[in-house]
């Protein structure tokens, strides 16, 4: 893992310097300035959600019957008020928080999940293989959209039934990819020799396998995110996920969609929340597969 | 080939299977017993003793599920509980209209997608291809259910010259202008992000072949460009099809938010009403049937993509 990749230093025409696998993806990304936007923006939406309370200029479950749907800038309401008079940017910066956590914990836990079973199921090989993969077959064999919205339909919506169900909708996918890595790295010499050389599996696993299978499967996760973004919200958005009166964009994008008619603008602000996010988690996956070398 | 397309249709079986499997458990997913999910809440006790034994849920779980299993293979889904019809007859009624927009949502995003990828596959790294990834991410990057009510806003309410929501008729017909109008949004909306997968597809398959030794030969040989390129399209398109049924089969099931921003009478918006009232037989059997249209469309795609190309079967 610690070899310079060739060709990552020529490009600006000196010989290729000893910096590591790590040190030449960062060497890389550092002269990218699409993906460090992107990846600032991202930063800048995850700090704004976090920091909601500190930041949201009125208070997000304030209702008034006077002030329904103004349009942005209407007395301090920077981008208008909503169908019960709620502030909009307040709303948008503490919604962020709920439907940003509803997207990333299942990635999250999907891919130690996942990955761990990917990885028995590539190392272990035969029966253990065939049946943790047969499994994954029947969950692969359904839209993800749908599988998301059958299980949290089923068990009754609920952001902790949506995080579940989106959870086990990105399982298989990145079960598959790790298990391709495990198994490509498992026949590779080098891992023939540390075991050869009586190395304890543990050590094996960890040292020899997990380096090179963390990488493509840290890419296809980071490419989820973005999916698990939308999903998330999409299952708001069918009364689904975050419960009224609470923030969430998905909610807030459902019923804003009921006042088209009176305010355009502000019903298109929760999606543009959504997209902003999506877009910045894309070109960032996007720029660390190139910068990390995986191939899709 | 006959023994590979057995071989494939024997190894759809236990996954057609297991996916039934996940469906009969939907209904335990539920919270409380199976038969309130089954009744309108305000049933007495004794129609909720007398649906248990009719439906045979006092016996073990395998049994139950091996009845349920030969129940709908013969079609028997149930039935509604918000409109008291079978479930089957539902799910035929609005399937239609899933087909009609998934069918043409990936037939525009093809042809689009398919000339913007080979333009930026032809010379990658220069202005041209940055355009054209930008519009492949922007396509999967976009809430498609928020592109539609944006296009409801503009085309709708802002310049009203197209309707907002619902489909004009029962049925769809081609000639007439009304039906036609109300297809366009929907189908636009949900054209987004196969258009983004299938331009990234062709791209790459495009930029590969280009690189092949019997590209260089053709331009070698004085054939001019177009002809070089109708060459190279050739090879580049078995991988670009196989994409677009599979962004086929995803639409089919994949579609449930745009229908419900548009009220499009198809099996999506019928999934989402059902979801709302909390009409579990129409939920499981829609998803069942959707399911089951995915798998076989996969199938599908892998069949003819290994009869063109040989070298991809799989084990």
Redesign the interface.
Known sequence: MSTTIPGAATAEGSLPTQRGYWGTVGYRLRYDPVTLFFAALLLLIILSAIFAPLLAPFDPYQESIIRRLKPPGFRGHMLGTDELGRDVLSRLLHGGRITLLMGMVPVLVATLIGGGLGLVAGFAGGVVNAVIMRVMDVFYAFPSVLLAVAISGAMGGGVGNGMIALTLVFIPPLCRVAETATTQVRNLDFVDAARATGAPLRLVLWHHVLGNVLGPVLIYASSLTSVSVILASGLSFLGLGVKPPEPDWGLMLNALRQAIYVSPLVCAMPGIAILLTSISMNMLSDGLRSAMDVRS | MFGYVVRRLLAAI???L??S???FA??Y???GDPVQTLLPPDADAETVERLKRLYGLDRPLPIQYLEWLWRVMQGDFGKSIATGRPVLDEILRSLGNTVLLATLSVLIAFSVAFILGTIAGRRTGTWLDRIVTGIA??G????N???G??L??IFS??LMVLPASGMAGDTFDPTSWEHIQHVVLPVFTLSMIPVGIIARTTRSAVAEVMNQEFVVTLRANGLPEWRVLRHALKNALPPVLAVMGLQF??L???S??VE??FSWPGSGFM??K???N?D?PV??GT?LV??MI??TV?LTVDLFQSSLDPRIRRG
Do not use: D
Not at chain 2, 140 to 143: E, K, M, T, W
């Open positions: 236990p996954i057609a297991g996916v499997m996940v469906c939907l209904v997913l539920a919270p991410v922007l999967v990057s976009i809430p259910y928020w592109l009510i944006v409801v806003i309410v802002e089969g995803t089919m099931g994949g449930i938010l419900t921003v999934l989402s059902a979801i709302l909390r579990v939920l499981q998803i959707l399911a995915f798998v996969n």
